[in-house]
Each structure stands twice: as structure tokens, then as C-alpha cells.
């Protein structure tokens, strides 16, 4: 049975402000029983602002699924998982003050969320699979951007996966042929090709942006790990479904040839 208790009243505005405070600086701008967590933010009212954009494209009704939220940071979607009835909700992140402040966030709404300090490398440690797996504004922050969808679809994925990245460049999405000939590199220069832009040094002011990858790429590693496209309702997030990888994808490559 899932248990909801009532959101915390008993501190005053001040003392949420004061608590918010002693937490920051949050990216998540979060409303604490009007207390803003983030007020000054260059993005405004976000991640709420890009939540109205696709929370239509998520189950209204989530009782009885479990979903996993990677790189949870302030607890914004875990608490919106949460409010739609999820029986379970994993939050987790490899920054423990981003934990800290979703703790605090789940408090104050009272909503019971548990949360981990873990990597999207660390994923097969859990040692379970989630209903639904929320993985929004991490890929363009790791330096191995597949690896982590891959792991995700091995070890966490069972059936929905709600995906965000920033994107860069065309939003045209190039036809792609099966195969190609190796004298065939005219279509590396078409706009619509699937492109990853490697950031060296930062971007945005944030050295953590390392990959940024257009819209074509964006769809494209997403297929490649094993995930089917079943709505686009929002620019930079994707809902899918798991299925299975293309012959060699995958975290854990088999062997091939004559030693196999």
C-alpha cells in the first residue's frame, strides 16, 4: 500500500525561505507553499514550464507502477511521478546536493520518494526494472552519452522510457538507407544527419555540457539502444517504448567470429 501524507504546514514561509536558501543555488525553481526556490531563474518558471508542454503524454494514472527518475536533481518529476499515484518512486543523482534539496522538496509536499546517490553507470546495481524510466537533461552532461542509454535499457527500462536532451542545429531528420558504401560520404554533409557535437570545453558556461546532439541524433541513439519513438509532444522529449536492440547494440557487446 502506498502511503501519502499531508504536505508539511507547520514551517512559515520564512523558514521554508531559509531552509531553500541554506540549499542552494537549485536549478529546479520549485513552489514550496509559495516560497520559489529558484526565483531569479534564467529560464523562469522551469522545469514546470517544459512540464505543460508534454505531462499529456504520461499516464494520468500511474497507481500500482514503480518509475525510476535519473538525474532527479531538485525532485521536480519525482514529485509529479508521484502525485499521479506511482507506488514507488526512485529518485537518484551523482550530486548529493542536488539530493539534498529533493529530499527537502519531498518533504515539504509530503509526497514519499526515495532517493539515492547513484550514476547512470551504477544503473545495473539496482537490480530491477521500473515501469517507467524518466531520463531528462542528463545525456548532453555525460561523456558517454550511448553507454548510458544502453545501460538503461538493459538493466532499469521495462517499458516507458520519457526522454529530454538539449538540442543543436537542424531539427530536419534525414531519411537514412540501410547501408552505405564506404565511398559514399556525401551524406555525412547533409544537414539532417545524425550529429553529436562534442563540447571540449563548456558551453552555456557549464563545463559538465560535453555532447549535444541534433534532432536526427537525438532519435537516432534513441533507436539504436533499443527504444521505439511513440510521441515527440514536446521539442527536446521523446516518450518511448523498450524493445528489443539492433544485432551488436547494446552495454555489453557479444562475440562475434570465428572465436564466438
Not at 136 to 144: A, D, P, T
Amino acid at each position: 500500500m502506498t502511503l501519502h501524507f499531508e504536505p508539511v504546514t507547520r514551517l512559515t514561509p520564512e523558514e521554508i525561505r531559509r531552509r531553500a536558501a541554506a540549499l542552494g543555488p537549485w536549478f529546479h525553481n520549485l513552489d514550496l507553499h509559495g516560497v520559489r526556490t529558484a526565483p531569479e531563474h534564467f529560464l523562469g518558471d522551469y522545469p514546470a514550464v517544459k512540464w505543460r508542454h508534454f505531462a499529456a503524454a504520461i499516464p494520468a494514472d500511474l497507481t500500482g507502477r514503480s518509475v525510476l527518475d535519473i538525474g532527479c536533481n531538485g525532485g521536480f518529476y519525482s514529485i509529479e511521478m508521484k502525485r499521479r499515484g506511482a507506488a514507488r518512486v526512485l529518485g537518484i543523482d551523482s550530486d548529493e546536493a542536488y539530493l539534498a534539496q529533493a529530499r527537502f522538496a519531498a518533504e515539504m509536499t509530503g509526497e514519499t520518494i526515495e532517493f539515492r546517490h547513484l550514476s547512470v553507470y551504477d544503473l545495473a546495481f539496482l537490480g530491477e526494472r521500473f515501469d517507467i524510466v524518466l531520463f531528462m537533461g542528463v545525456l548532453y552532461h555525460l561523456r558517454h552519452p550511448l553507454l548510458a542509454l544502453d545501460l538503461i535499457h538493459e538493466h532499469v527500462a521495462r517499458d516507458l522510457l520519457v526522454f529530454q536532451s538539449m538540442q543543436r542545429g537542424t531539427a530536419v531528420v534525414e531519411p537514412l538507407r540501410e547501408d552505405y558504401n564506404f565511398e559514399d560520404t556525401e551524406p555525412f554533409d547533409r544537414p539532417g544527419w545524425p550529429r553529436l557535437h562534442f563540447v571540449e570545453r563548456r558551453y552555456a558556461h557549464d563545463q559538465t555540457n560535453w555532447w549535444v546532439p541534433n534532432r536526427a541524433c537525438a532519435e537516432a541513439m534513441l533507436r539504436s539502444s533499443g527504444f521505439e519513438i511513440t510521441a515527440h509532444p514536446e521539442q527536446e522529449v521523446y516518450v518511448c517504448r523498450r524493445v528489443d536492440t539492433l544485432e551488436g547494440a547494446g552495454a555489453v557487446y557479444p562475440m562475434r567470429g570465428p572465436k564466438a
